[in-house]
């Protein structure tokens, strides 16, 4: 029996809305990302999803997010489990940086290394590689015996965090993964097999 693996971005934040770097800073949600993570708890609902565990990042965004989608989906009085491991990619000295104002500081290229290379971090930051170093260790210890096990595991969490798991759990490359948009509030969902690996992707 296949596991069931439900992903979501946290909704449009106001630092998102802002064009700010934000990493382990911790903005709210805005009006829009509220609307998008109860449009999510609605579609799981509506699906007839009911996850057995609940994960999210020590951040705001990604725990307000879950607690309207659980909100959404009639869900009270359930553990959620929150850890460090799954928080966003840390930007250091470049969070609470406007994107543009950034440019202008180190130059487009630069900033576009440190944005879109897999390796290379910002100055007192992570790269997404150091970001996996820490989340896919929790999701092999934490989440996927879960899975293997058959039961259903919904994770709030962030752009970067989703990356590192998605990239695992799909096979992709370094520039695949780079190349994947996750857009704020939408569901991923796997169906994942007792030996852990992918067995397909579905779509609410």
Known sequence: ???????VRHGQSEWNLKNLF??????????KGIE???????GLKAAGIEPDFY??????????????MLEEMDIQNVTIIRNIALNERDYGDLA????????EKWGEEQVHIWRRSFDVPPPGGESLKDTAARTLPYYEAEI??????????????HGNSLRALVMAIEGLT???????????????I???????KLVERVTL
């Open 1 to 7: 029996m296949s596991g069931t693996l439900i992903l």
């Open 22 to 31: 934000t990493g382990w800073r911790n903005p709210g949600l805005t009006e």
């Open 36 to 42: 998008e993570a109860r449009a999510t708890g609605k």
């Open 55 to 68: 994960y999210t990042s020590a951040l705001r965004r990604a725990q307000h997010t879950l607690d309207l």
């Open 96 to 103: 609470g940086l406007n994107k543009d104002d950034a440019r």
């Open 144 to 157: 996927l015996p879960l899975l293997k096990s058959g039961k259903t595991v919904l994770v709030a969490a």
């Open 174 to 188: 370094p520039d695949e993964i780079l190349a994947r948009e996750i857009g704020t509030g939408e569901p991923t």
């Open 190 to 196: 796997y169906k994942i097999g007792p030996d852990g």
